[in-house]
């Protein structure tokens, strides 16, 4: 990752309008911030959160809180919990997320 354009700054996240995308099951709350090339978020999934689709993008995902379970599209799965991370490239493995007990993320991509 080449991140370009970015000035320094410091972000209050509590000061970020939250969004809301639904999953297949349960909500995702996003504050997002897009500067540069970059999307910078704080993400909570709602206990019971199902996405909706298979991801292709880049990420590198931190889990603050809760419980998360990825699953890639060949069938692998991961639990992550607080202080796991995962990195992963555009167009790499395909992944999608959901979580039982519900799910707090910093995510950069």
């Known amino acids: ?6 000035p320094f700054m410091t ?3 509590n000061k970020i309008s939250v969004s ?15 500067i540069g090339n970059i999307r910078v978020r704080m993400v909570e999934y709602t206990p019971g959160y199902i ?8 990420h590198v995902l931190l889990v603050t809180d809760g419980e998360l379970e990825t699953e890639l599209k060949d069938g692998r799965k991961f639990k992550m919990y607080p202080g796991m991370s995962y990195q ?3 167009d790499a493995e395909p992944h999608r997320s959901s979580t039982k007990t519900g799910a707090k993320l910093f995510i950069v991509d």
Do not use: P, Y
């Open 51 to 58: 996405a909706d689709h298979w991801c292709s993008r880049g």
């Open 1 to 6: 990752m080449k991140i370009q354009d970015v």
């Open 11 to 13: 972000t209050d996240w």
């Open 88 to 90: 992963v490239a555009t």
């Open 20 to 34: 809301e995308h639904n999953g297949d099951q349960g909500k995702a709350l996003w504050r997002t911030l897009e």
